[in-house]
């Protein structure tokens, strides 16, 4: 049972050498693959890690707009000229993990 405790007993408990996920029939990192999308701003450095490990098409990007140092209305650009990134790549991340998110075709 993910988000909760089992009958009988006493929730979620941690060993002392990490979560033991051996009950269940879903891994975590599984389970957060499938169903959560991260939000990230332009300029963090880490945004091809984030790609390759999760997927670009569970990725959402940000402006932080209104505040001042957001990156509006420029961050599709910022997206857009990353050279680490390829055309496939930029391209779910700027249009298909909304796209998913929201469940659009």
């Known amino acids: 049972m993910v988000?909760?405790?089992r009958p009988g007993s006493t929730g979620w408990t941690g060993t002392s050498t990490g979560f033991n996920d051996s009950g269940l029939?879903?891994?975590p990192s599984?389970?957060?693959q499938r169903n959560c999308w991260i939000s990230f701003e332009p300029g963090?450095?880490?945004l091809?890690?984030?790609a390759d490990y999760i997927g670009p098409h569970k990725i959402l990007?940000?402006?932080d707009y209104p505040h001042p140092d957001g990156f509006f209305p420029g961050?599709?650009?910022l997206i857009a000229d990353r050279p680490e990134l390829s055309a496939e790549t930029k391209r779910q991340i700027l249009a298909g993990g909304a796209k998913g998110f929201y469940g659009l075709k």
């Open 61 to 63: 990007w940000a402006t």
């Open 25 to 27: 029939s879903t891994r």
């Open 75 to 77: 961050a599709p650009k």
């Open 44 to 46: 963090e450095g880490c």
């Open 48 to 50: 091809s890690v984030l």
């Open 30 to 32: 599984e389970l957060f």
């Open 3 to 5: 988000g909760g405790s």
